[in-house]
């Protein structure tokens, strides 16, 4: 197809500036990544509102989904800003959006979808001074959905902004501070010890739950 | 004309190239140039770009055919014109000045693109094959090749027909490729004496005549629900293209000049045949691949129905796809739309170009509102799109290609309707004007169609598009013009649509905003259109009047203190020991599990994330409480799972969309298994709790979310284990390999051996085999209560399947309506899970129909009649 179009489903020339990995690397990630960048999302969006557009490029009955949905929060206030990492199970549902969601409306605002080289730890947070996104430290423009040039909100999203600042004031950083969402099917029967364990120990394999409970304790 | 919208943009475009591609080769330029083709206007272009191919040197032409391929394949409307450039270059040239010409090239050319239609069978490349075809028959009408040798390769489609047990989905697609080509060539073919029409349009009648076994079950009007008879409204994509040829094929072809555009009839003065097409067999499809056979029973093949297109408007505005014109416009744009999936924003320009390729005319035109067909555009497309957006397709792609596209086939994917749904976005972005009344118009006409009997799942979608498209347009529409239907009873077909489609907005925007978009009668508590406050979690116990408040308040305590999860389980064991003492109640179980989920949904209340960081804290004491009781085990553990989603749904009462999330995660964690979803979601998730008696769009809902569960559980467990063989494999060669040059007794790998993965894989591939023929038995089962068993089933349902029944339907009240919604979707799962359900045909039918004085009754005979209808 692409001697006659180019396929919507490329991902951008954005380039992570904080990864350790060289570009022929990246590139690999990409091709086989499954986790989505979404921008360009009202401050007030929410994890369900974004669940309900991002599950129609889901593909549950090829062993696909959404995994998890991790908010982009500003660093400093603990609220979001305006981005999120939509992680599904298979590659092929994150090109589906590419090629069928981004461009479109998400709460009257539209979104761009970026294929991502996967979340790590800290990326849930805004790396703009401000503690938000970059983009909104050059913005010029007033934009309500982003929290406009001052506290000017429209009347009718006050509650709304209200709900959504408190929601995420209980985020924390660190390791198990985002959950996993669900890993593959595991047999019960096989290993005692796995009925213990988090079926999704992509973080640190060689600590058990059991440890990594009691530091989430301490740490949450 | 109207269509310079786009030129300015392709002016742009050609600038950009020039900038990127300054060194662009000759060749690259020469296949630039034909893929270009007609940007401007095809009919100037094509003596220039014939002359400048035919100044170059003769090692040209393998880049010239490169680019036909590319230019006939994926842009079939250029094909007459592309057809018209091969007649040019095959025509001997009086011009001294050029040194490529004449019939020696055009047979050159035609052997090259031979070999590649050759690899588009081999790899039974459907669309490609039948755009060749396409591309062929013009060429015989423009006498580039022998007319003889088109029918010849005609017939060797019309010859899978006779295959012993051809597949419906092969044989469409060459009935498809026969039809078409017969179409487009009619009058050369009509001219050939030994060409055989009238034996080719029979075999082919006799074969769509005797495919109406495919249509029951995916009929879009379902209104008598036992009835085979198709609705007006409708029409069957091969019953078409047939109904089509005959009227072409009667007036001697005739009609083909006013469908077909046919550019090579004035540019050539003459020219003779250069070229006899080879003869061929079209190859069979492959059905196994060695390797994977041990597991071949459990692979599912793909189910092949007829094709049904809803008519939208009538044939003044749109063409009627029973004329060839009607037909040839129809698969026009629908090529497009699936050709283009890969980029909807051209894909939707291109759609509003359509009419430059099309006999003049054919469309509405400002300039020149006088034709004697003057379809509209826009209306059209709509038509096309969004009866492809709602059609009844299988969304399962066989597992075998899923599984072995992995190592040995391009990726394949089916598109999905969110790209239908955005696809009109586009359209409606670039010509708002015009776009944007016609899908205005469709959504009425679609929307009238609910109270003639539209499928249950077709409903669905239209409120699936109507809301993702109101989230891209501000959500307006005009709402009151739907305000006299809130007089029909509240489970008719248009009430239900106005719930979910208002439901879809309020999950895509939030509650206040959808509201102010509603008129005030439908604001209103008696509406029930809007659910009567905005989703909401509730905690069962928040209220201190409850007796279980305090109760309640310790366990959240402890939860939002993040306590261990052991502290947790030695509370809720405390309280029973409380519980057991104090309350004589039989149910005390059953309340230690309700407050337990609730309080952790409550603490996971506040976004998907928090429920998550919930789930995966508190593991230990959801197994626990999954596996049948606080530590000691007691109560049956079907019970407890049953209990904890009742707990979820009373939790989530005011939100649909927080239950299917929260199911499916608690699935996901292998909490509760789809089975124990299925089973509980017949009786519990119903308008009627605690009884067998409805499936509602909700209750399918969670059902098909397990059923995905527990069937995508099988292809992930498929693709690791051929995984994990091909790495035994390679590592068995490998150690044969370095062991080369060792004693040979050595060297010997045991056979039986395998690695523990792969014996565990193996294991893991056999347990959710089980579990998933455990999932579709729950489910015919489910249904079977729901509609045949007695005692169990609503009364209505065998009120409501007959036909006279139906035409009363103005008289229905909620059961009747409840119990056809009952039946219009177990006939949807027949049919979506088709090839599952077949696999395990012989054990579904043993358990679910043992008892057959049951199946006597007209309840019975309906569901026996359904069910073997999907095993045909």
């Not at chain 2, 469908?259 to 045949?273: A, K, L």
């Amino acid at each position: 197809m692409a001697q006659v179009v180019a396929p919507l489903d490329q991902p951008s020339n954005y380039k992570d500036s904080q990864t350790r990995v060289d570009r022929t690397h990246q590139q690999e990630l990409l091709s086989k990544s499954t986790t989505l960048y979404v921008g360009n999302l009202s401050f007030f969006t929410t994890e369900e509102q974004i669940y309900e557009l991002f599950s129609k490029c889901a593909s549950p009955e090829e062993g696909g989904g959404i995994k998890r949905i991790i908010m982009g929060l500003d660093r400093n206030t603990r609220t979001p800003c305006g981005f999120c990492f939509v992680e599904y199970y298979t590659h092929a549902e994150a090109l589906a959006c590419l090629r069928y969601i981004s461009g479109t409306k998400l709460d009257e605002r539209i979104v761009r979808c970026d294929l991502d080289l996967g979340y790590r730890e800290g990326r849930q947070f805004g790396r703009g001074k401000s503690g938000g996104q970059v983009r909104d430290e050059h913005r010029t423009d007033y934009d309500a959905g982003r929290g406009g040039w001052g506290a000017q909100a429209q009347r009718l999203e006050v509650e709304r902004r209200r709900e959504v600042e408190e929601r995420y004031a209980d985020a924390q950083e660190g390791p198990g501070a985002v959950p996993g969402g669900g890993g593959d099917w595991k047999d019960a029967g096989e290993n005692p010890l796995k009925r213990g364990r988090s079926p999704d120990d992509e973080g640190d394999p060689s600590r058990d739950v059991r440890t990594r409970m009691d530091d989430d304790s301490q740490r949450m | 004309m109207s269509y310079g919208g786009g030129g300015y943009r392709r002016k742009h475009h050609y600038r950009d190239d020039v900038e990127h591609h300054v060194h662009e080769t000759l060749e690259q330029k020469i296949k630039s140039s034909i893929l270009k083709l007609g940007e401007v206007d095809p009919l100037q272009e094509l003596p220039r770009l014939s002359a400048h191919i035919c100044a170059q040197k003769s090692t040209i032409t393998s880049t010239v055919v490169e680019a036909l391929r590319i230019g006939v394949t994926q842009q079939p409307y250029k094909i007459p014109y592309y057809a018209t450039l091969l007649r040019l270059l095959s025509t001997t040239s009086v011009s001294e000045e050029t040194t490529l010409q004449g019939q020696e090239l055009g047979k050159q050319m035609l052997e090259d693109f031979w070999k590649g239609f050759q690899g588009f069978l081999d790899r039974l490349a459907w669309r490609e094959i039948r755009h060749c075809v396409h591309f062929f028959a013009h060429l015989a009408v423009a006498q580039v090749i022998s007319a003889a040798s088109l029918y010849n390769l005609i017939s060797a489609f019309v010859a899978v027909l006779d295959e012993f047990g051809v597949s419906h989905g092969r044989a469409k697609q060459a009935v498809r490729c026969a039809i078409e080509g017969l179409m487009i060539a009619g009058p050369a073919l009509a001219a050939e004496s030994s060409a055989d029409i009238t034996s080719i349009v029979t075999a082919i009648k006799s074969y769509v005549q005797s495919v109406s076994r495919f249509k029951y079950l995916v009929r879009p009007i379902t209104g008598h629900l036992a009835d085979d008879g198709s609705h007006n409204v409708a029409n069957e994509l091969l019953d078409s293209a047939l109904t089509a040829l005959e009227v072409m094929y009667e007036d001697g072809f005739a009609q083909g000049s006013e469908c077909f555009p046919r550019p090579y009839v004035e540019v050539i003065t003459e020219g003779s045949v250069v070229f006899a097409l080879p003869s061929v067999l079209v190859p069979p499809e492959v059905i196994e691949l060695d390797g994977l056979s041990s597991e071949s029973d459990i692979l599912v093949k793909k189910a092949d129905w007829a094709e049904f297109h809803i008519r939208i408007f009538d044939n003044d505005v749109t063409p009627d796809p029973n004329t060839p014109s009607g037909y040839a416009v129809r698969c026009g744009l629908l090529d497009l739309v699936d050709i283009f999936e890969v980029n909807r924003k051209e894909c939707a320009r291109l759609l509003l170009e359509f009419p430059k390729w099309t006999i003049p005319g054919t469309f509405q035109h400002a300039q020149d509102p006088v034709s004697d067909k003057n379809w509209q555009l826009e209306c059209t497309i709509l038509e096309v799109t969004c009866q492809t957006s709602v059609r009844i397709a299988s969304p399962l792609k066989p597992s075998v290609q899923s599984i072995l596209g992995q190592f040995l086939l391009l990726p394949e994917s089916t598109h999905k309707s969110v790209y239908f749904i955005t696809l009109i976005t586009e359209l409606c972005k670039l010509a708002p004007s015009t776009v944007g009344p016609a899908v205005g118009k469709s959504i009425r006409k679609m929307y009238n169609l609910l109270s003639e009997g539209l499928d249950v799942a077709l409903a669905d979608r239209l409120a699936i598009w109507f809301s993702t498209h109101m989230s891209n347009f501000n959500f307006i529409w005009v709402w009151k013009e739907w305000i006299g239907d809130l007089g029909l009873s509240i489970q008719h077909p248009k009430r239900v649509f106005m719930r979910r489609a208002v439901e879809y907005e309020i999950r895509l925007s939030y509650y206040d905003r959808i509201v102010k978009t509603l008129p005030e009668q439908m604001q209103s508590r008696e509406a029930c259109v809007l659910p009567e406050e905005a989703p909401r979690p509730i905690f069962a116990y928040d209220d201190p009047a409850s007796p279980y408040h305090d109760i309640a308040q310790s366990v959240l305590n402890l939860l939002s203190g993040r306590a261990k999860a052991e502290d947790v389980m030695a509370h809720l064991e405390e309280l029973k020991n409380t519980f057991e003492t104090t309350d004589t109640d039989g149910n005390i179980n059953t309340t230690i599990r309700a407050i337990a989920v609730q309080s952790l949904l409550h603490i996971g209340s506040r976004s998907i994330s928090h429920y998550l960081n919930a789930i995966e804290r508190y593991l230990p004491l959801l197994r626990n409480l999954a596996g049948g009781g606080i530590s000691s085990g007691r109560g049956s553990n079907t019970e407890a799972r049953s209990d904890i989603l009742s707990a979820v749904l009373a939790f989530w009462k005011q939100n649909n969309q927080g239950v299917i999330i929260a199911l499916d995660k608690l699935m996901q964690y292998q909490i509760v298994d789809p089975t124990d979803v299925i089973t509980w979601s017949f009786v519990h998730a119903g308008p009627k709790n605690g009884e067998y008696r409805t499936c509602t769009a909700f209750q399918w809902d969670l059902i098909k979310g397990a059923l995905d569960k527990a069937n995508g559980r099988v292809v992930i467990a498929h693709r690791r284990l051929a995984t994990l063989r091909k790495e035994d494999d390679d590592n068995a060669a490998r150690a044969k390999a370095s062991h080369g040059g060792m004693d040979i007794e050595d060297a010997k790998p045991d056979p039986v051996v395998e690695s523990p993965a792969l014996a565990s894989a193996v294991k893991a591939l056999a347990s959710l085999t089980r579990e998933q023929e455990a999932a579709l038995t729950q489910t015919v089962d489910g249904f079977f209560r729901c509609l045949v068993t007695p005692g169990t089933s609503s009364p209505a349902t065998r009120d409501v399947i007959t036909t006279t029944v139906w035409d009363n339907r103005n008289s229905w009240a909620e059961a009747e309506w409840l119990s056809w919604e009952t039946w219009a979707w177990y006939i949807h799962l027949c049919r979506t899970y088709a090839p599952y359900l077949r696999n395990y045909a012989s054990t579904l039918e043993a358990n679910v129909f043992a008892d057959s004085k049951v199946l006597d009754d007209p309840a019975g005979e309906l569901f026996k009649k359904i069910w073997s209808s999907m095993l045909d």
